[in-house]
């Protein structure tokens, strides 16, 4: 089998890494379960080669993330639920359905996007899902305000998420001043279970927990990805750290053998060359 641009080849590579008897036995065992975690891990390996300006890197990592969508669709159509032409339908569908003044006809194109339509698209959606899972014999569960945010977002997104929902029905402080007295409080409290008499390692999660969602909600509040700006603070601690590492080989020493003082001087020294943008 050669390589190949159309799409077709990579669903016969598929379909052929999970045909019993001659297939991959490694692909043969997996399931939409035991995928899920590479799909998610593919998505935050584009996002990084996206970051960090690499091109030829951001081809591969697409194509590693376009793969991913084979394999469930493959899965999928072995369970005769779907299959790939299927996927590419139905977004299809809902781009030209959530663009009405793109894709619409003249009057909808003049009138551009009315405010409030996206959402009422959505709701439409909503009612037309429900309906499909109807004809299917899959059974609505309760659903909640809520659960439009996925839990399995990384947890700072999904708090940022869930607090941006919930300030669309009023739920929600109006400016960043609260949400400060608010984080000043949670620390105050977490401070008292760090300092209890007896410690309960629970509680301290608890609160550290409630801590960081404040933060996350004051970075709402002041149009700041909370996301983002940990991965920033990440990116700064790999530089200050990668300058300590850099005078222990200076210095023709073990990392570990440099004392904390003298890691905490290269440490300064790092962050004294660094501009002050990229703090």
Not at 174 to 185: S, T, W, Y
Request: aromatic share 6%; proline share 5%.
């Amino acid at each position: 089998m050669t390589p190949s641009s159309d799409i077709r080849r990579l669903i016969e590579i598929m379909a052929a890494l999970r045909t019993p008897g001659s297939g991959c036995p490694w692909d043969l065992e997996q399931d939409f379960e035991t995928i899920a975690p590479y799909t998610i891990e593919e998505a935050y390996e584009v996002a990084d080669a996206i970051q960090r300006g690499d091109r030829v890197d951001l081809k591969e990592e697409l194509g590693d993330l376009l793969l991913q969508v084979v394999y469930h669709a493959r899965m999928a159509e072995e369970e005769q639920a779907f299959a790939f032409p299927d996927v590419v339908e139905a977004i299809t569908a809902k781009m030209i359905r959530r663009h009405p003044h793109v894709f619409g006809d003249a009057e909808a194109r003049g009138a551009g996007m009315a405010k409030g339509m996206w959402e009422k698209i959505k709701q439409q959606e909503k009612r037309d899902k429900a309906d499909a899972r109807a004809r299917a014999g899959i059974s609505e569960r309760p659903t909640a305000y809520l659960d439009d945010v996925p839990p399995l977002f990384p947890a700072l997104t999904e708090a940022e998420k869930l607090q941006r929902r919930a300030s669309r029905v009023g739920f929600d402080w109006g400016a960043p001043g609260p949400v400060l007295d608010k984080i000043r409080e949670e620390t105050d409290e977490l401070a008292a279970e760090v300092h209890a008499q007896t410690p309960d390692k629970d509680r301290i999660a608890g609160e550290i927990g409630d801590l960081i969602f404040a933060l996350a909600n004051l970075s709402r509040h002041l149009d700041i990805d909370p996301e983002e700006a940990l991965k920033r603070t990440n990116r700064k601690f790999r530089r200050r750290f990668g300058a300590i590492e850099a005078e222990a080989k200076r210095q023709n020493r073990e990392l570990e053998a440099l004392t904390l003082d003298e890691m905490e001087e290269a440490w300064q020294a790092a962050k004294r060359t660094e501009r002050p943008a990229e703090d």
